[in-house]
């Protein structure tokens, strides 16, 4: 099929079963990645995953990871840092090692191991966010589970750096101090900049006045902070993660006539259109279509451990950290369940994971399968418990 009756046809259908799922409350990420399985070689055929989607797929992973960082907010974990901390670490500690254990015991390899830990141990902040819109819950339960997410996205950006030095060759004591210090001195000089320019310059009010001229100074910090996150021997999406991050600060800057965060809305809103209807589609469209595992090498038992790993880790984990808080028991179990989904940013990594030849198509679908599966059960679990308790 040609690139761009294929292209059309994937659109058509992803956006037809987003709004059928939509009526029944199912993540649209589901509808895209399905069109993909359906349409591409797993089931039907009919497209193939060509350079011409991998291309747009990669621009639209990169613009993803900017909109979560546009959307991403430092003021969501400012009253309860240490509680947001806390419960955001021992979720993904225990995810993580039951994600490694689960892995491990089934007889991959230490690196495989590893990088399926680090996926699980991840929260989808759309997920989370999504589940707090259509949910009631107090104030402070909210703010944990946001400050907690955003935390599990910093931590994520960590492991993908990680990551990707183990692709690039072992990791021994020396390089890994090195990978670390690399890591985290990108990161602070990146907030560091977000601070005195974002936050407080004077002449960046110039540029935010005018829209176009904002739009495009975006685009450029997203593909120049792309370019030094690789250059430095991280994962691109790490710097487009970083761009949104800091140009999200906007928020916090002291502005009376409150043009600056008018402009960062419009700048979302221009870009959630965009996003939302072609370039976040595609990319887990692509995801689907190289979605090709041998049928005998999926093991239901795998996927099951796994779901459960990831359910569960959160769970305890995440539940932990909330009573350690001082939240209640019932408080804790909430946030403990609220932070069991995984999202975009998994599927990010897993293609990644897939590409770099870390993990292969049968640890890479089972994975898949249980972040869509915890996508769609996590908002269904809280809102059946935050029923039960107002009973």
């Given at each position: 099929?040609?690139?761009?009756?294929?292209?059309?046809?994937?659109?058509?259908?992803?956006?037809?079963?987003?709004?059928?799922?939509?009526?029944?409350?199912?993540?649209?990420?589901?509808?895209?990645?399905?069109?993909?399985?359906?349409?591409?070689?797993?089931?039907?055929?009919?497209?193939?995953?060509?350079?011409?989607?991998?291309?747009?797929?990669?621009?639209?992973?990169?613009?993803?990871?900017?909109?979560?960082?546009?959307?991403?907010?430092?003021?969501?974990?400012?009253?309860?840092?240490?509680?947001?901390?806390?419960?955001?670490?021992?979720?993904?500690?225990?995810?993580?090692?039951?994600?490694?254990?689960?892995?491990?015991?089934?007889?991959?390899?230490?690196?495989?191991?590893?990088?399926?830990?680090?996926?699980?141990?991840?929260?989808?902040?759309?997920?989370?966010?999504?589940?707090?819109?259509?949910?009631?819950?107090?104030?402070?339960?909210?703010?944990?589970?946001?400050?907690?997410?955003?935390?599990?996205?910093?931590?994520?950006?960590?492991?993908?750096?990680?990551?990707?030095?183990?692709?690039?060759?072992?990791?021994?004591?020396?390089?890994?101090?090195?990978l670390t210090f690399k890591i985290f001195a990108f990161i602070?000089?990146?907030?560091?900049?977000?601070?005195?320019?974002?936050?407080?310059?004077?002449?960046?009010?110039?540029?935010?006045?005018?829209?176009?001229?904002?739009?495009?100074?975006?685009?450029?910090?997203?593909?120049?902070?792309?370019?030094?996150?690789?250059?430095?021997?991280?994962?691109?999406?790490?710097?487009?993660?970083?761009?949104?991050?800091?140009?999200?600060?906007?928020?916090?800057?002291?502005?009376?006539?409150?043009?600056?965060?008018?402009?960062?809305?419009?700048?979302?809103?221009?870009?959630?259109?965009?996003?939302?209807?072609?370039?976040?589609?595609?990319?887990?469209?692509?995801?689907?279509?190289?979605?090709?595992?041998?049928?005998?090498?999926?093991?239901?038992?795998?996927?099951?451990?796994?779901?459960?790993?990831?359910?569960?880790?959160?769970?305890?984990?995440?539940?932990?950290?909330?009573?350690?808080?001082?939240?209640?028991?019932s408080d804790s179990v909430a946030v403990g369940i609220g932070?069991?989904?995984?999202?975009?940013?998994?599927?990010?990594?897993?293609?990644?994971?897939?590409?770099?030849?870390?993990?292969?198509?049968?640890?890479?679908?089972?994975?898949?399968?249980?972040?869509?599966?915890?996508?769609?059960?996590?908002?269904?679990?809280?809102?059946?418990?935050?029923?039960?308790?107002?009973?």
């Open positions: 099929m040609e690139f761009l009756a294929a292209l059309a046809l994937l659109l058509v259908v992803a956006k037809s079963l987003e709004w059928l799922f939509e009526r029944i409350e199912v993540h649209p990420i589901i509808a895209h990645v399905l069109t993909g399985i359906v349409l591409g070689p797993f089931a039907l055929g009919i497209v193939e995953p060509g350079e011409g989607l991998r291309v747009l797929a990669e621009f639209g992973l990169i613009m993803m990871m900017l909109y979560m960082g546009l959307t991403s907010n430092f003021s969501a974990i400012a009253q309860n840092t240490k509680k947001a901390v806390l419960v955001a670490s021992l979720g993904v500690a225990f995810s993580f090692l039951f994600g490694f254990l689960t892995v491990y015991t089934f007889g991959k390899n230490i690196a495989a191991a590893v990088f399926v830990g680090a996926t699980l141990g991840n929260t989808a902040i759309e997920v989370t966010s999504g589940v707090l819109v259509r949910e009631r819950v107090k104030r402070e339960v909210s703010s944990i589970l946001m400050g907690a997410a955003f935390v599990d996205d910093i931590i994520a950006v960590y492991l993908i750096g990680i990551i990707t030095g183990m692709t690039k060759g072992s990791l021994n004591v020396t390089s890994f101090g090195v602070v000089s990146a907030l560091i900049v977000s601070e005195l320019v974002f936050k407080r310059s004077r002449w960046f009010y110039s540029i935010v006045k005018n829209l176009n001229v904002f739009f495009t100074f975006t685009l450029i910090l997203t593909f120049t902070l792309a370019i030094i996150a690789e250059w430095v021997g991280l994962n691109q999406i790490i710097g487009a993660y970083l761009a949104g991050l800091t140009i999200s600060r906007l928020r916090e800057r002291k502005d009376p006539l409150v043009v600056t965060r008018i402009k960062l809305n419009e700048l979302i809103e221009d870009l959630q259109v965009v996003l939302t209807e072609f370039f976040i589609p595609l990319f887990f469209i692509y995801v689907g279509l190289v979605f090709n595992p041998p049928l005998k090498a999926l093991s239901p038992v795998l996927i099951a451990l796994l779901y459960l790993s990831a359910v569960l880790g959160k769970l305890l984990g995440c539940g932990l950290g909330a009573r350690l808080s001082d939240l209640s028991w932070m069991g989904g995984r999202g975009s940013l998994e599927m990010a990594i897993l293609t990644f994971g897939l590409g770099a030849g870390i993990i292969d198509q049968a640890l890479f679908a089972s994975v898949i399968t249980v972040s869509m599966l915890t996508a769609l059960t996590t908002p269904i679990f809280f809102k059946k418990y935050v029923e039960k308790r107002k009973t």
